[in-house]
């Protein structure tokens, strides 16, 4: 059976005090919820970016703080970014940020 998770203060900035530990060059990250689908905080660097990838399932992005951008737009803060099974992007972030995000699958790096 799975254990509920609460994670109290979480809008007003709590996260900003969770651990975060390296995911690629120029992004660190803080699992909230390991395995599928997983949840995590997603940490940019500023100017830092995510190589062009296949989504596998739908992965679901709440910018928090800062910015970042794909093909398709530009997602400031408070942005719900919605990116179904089958859909391909590369994500920057010019001035860095930190999402919340959760994915089905694992994205396969193009």
Same mark, same amino acid.
């Given at each position: 059976?799975?254990?509920?998770?609460?994670? =109290?203060?979480?809008? =007003?900035?709590?996260?900003?005090?969770?651990?975060?530990?390296?995911?690629?060059?120029?992004?660190?990250?803080?699992?909230?919820?390991?395995? %599928?689908?997983?949840?995590?905080?997603?940490?940019?660097?500023?100017?830092?970016?995510?190589?062009?990838?296949?989504?596998?399932?739908?992965?679901?992005?709440?910018?928090?703080?800062? =910015?970042?951008?794909?093909?398709?737009?530009?997602?400031?803060?408070?942005?719900?970014?919605?990116?179904? %099974?089958?859909?391909?992007?590369?994500?920057?972030?010019?001035?860095?940020?930190?999402?919340?995000?959760?994915?089905?699958?694992?994205?396969?790096?193009?």
């Amino acid at each position: 059976m799975s254990e509920i998770a609460v994670f =109290s203060d979480f809008l =007003s900035g709590g996260w900003r005090y969770y651990d975060f530990e390296f995911f690629r060059e120029g992004v660190e990250i803080c699992r909230l919820k390991a395995g %599928e689908p997983e949840v995590a905080l997603l940490r940019y660097a500023p100017g830092a970016c995510v190589p062009r990838h296949l989504h596998q399932g739908l992965e679901t992005i709440l910018v928090l703080e800062g =910015s970042q951008r794909d093909e398709c737009g530009h997602y400031p803060m408070g942005s719900l970014v919605l990116n179904p %099974e089958g859909t391909i992007h590369s994500v920057q972030s010019e001035d860095g940020c930190v999402v919340l995000i959760q994915w089905e699958k694992p994205v396969k790096i193009l």
